[in-house]
């Protein structure tokens, strides 16, 4: 099943003056970049043919792939001069990079890949900046035996705001963690069909119109999933993954498992 990555954000939250224009998806967790992660999440569950849509810093991502240093991430035995990979991470892969446009709204971008997801029945799609334990394939599976157009994966809110419960009076009745209380945000994974296509606009979004339209007519379905899930929407995210990986505490790297 192909994966749609839309790798073209400018991500302005996470960006600092000395990145040289570095696009979120290719700010470093360990020694590789976010995208990186989330595709071999992906691969980790067979699907290696990846679309990535570019747009803002794509030639940071170009780069990437055409000079990837596989002895970054595996183990090598160097001998006479020659390396000898003892495994490998994207030998398999099929990576296509698409001009997507520089400042596309996410459904743009998807439309914009549409030809090289024609004969797909169902395809993957993903935000490339945000990690995951979820189970991926029984996320497939609920989606393929749905009469649906569209999956998406919520969450609990991560945010460590409270709820206050206030009554006309002004009286207190409760205070609560937001992550308690009966809410879903959108996760960022999400499983769809040709269908989609019907109800994203020219320079439309893929959920505020597509899967908006879709709930409407009763045709999205949710995975709710409780277990690991970050975004790396800020600085302090980002680095938050970073001293993760460093201390070995990576329950999104199920390929290591």
């Not at 696009?23 to 679309?51: E, N, S």
């Not at 596309?104 to 090289?116: A, N």
């Not at 024609?118 to 393929?144: K, S």
Request: proline residues 6%; glycine residues 10%.
């Amino acid at each position: 099943m192909k994966v749609v990555l839309f790798c073209g954000g400018r991500g302005t939250r996470m960006r600092s003056d000395g990145d040289g224009g570095l696009p979120k998806p290719m700010q470093l967790v360990g020694p590789r970049p976010l995208l990186w992660h989330v595709m071999r999440y992906y691969a980790h569950f067979g699907h290696k043919d990846f679309i990535l849509c570019l747009g803002y810093g794509a030639q940071h991502i170009k780069d990437f792939f055409l000079t990837y240093q596989e002895t970054a991430s595996n183990d090598f035995v160097l001998r006479d001069g020659r390396i000898e990979l003892l495994s490998t991470d994207i030998s398999d892969w099929s990576v296509s990079l698409i001009d997507t446009g520089l400042d596309s709204p996410i459904g743009e971008r998807l439309r914009r890949v549409r030809p090289y997801l024609e004969g797909e029945e169902m395809f993957l799609a993903n935000y490339a900046d945000v990690l995951t334990d979820a189970p991926l394939l029984a996320i497939i599976d609920r989606f393929a035996a749905a009469d649906a157009g569209a999956s998406m994966m919520v969450v609990p809110p991560n945010n460590t705001f409270h709820v206050v419960d206030v009554g006309e009076s002004g009286i207190v009745g409760g205070i609560a963690p937001v992550s308690e209380m009966p809410l879903w945000i959108n996760g960022g994974f999400f499983v769809l069909r040709q269908e989609i296509f019907d109800h994203i606009p020219e320079n439309g979004d893929l959920v505020a119109d597509g899967c908006a339209e879709l709930a409407k007519r009763g045709r999205l379905i949710a995975y709710p999933h409780r277990g690991y899930w970050r975004p790396s929407d800020t600085v302090n995210q980002r680095l938050e993954l970073d001293r993760s990986w460093t201390h070995g505490e990576r329950p999104w790297a199920l390929w290591e498992a």
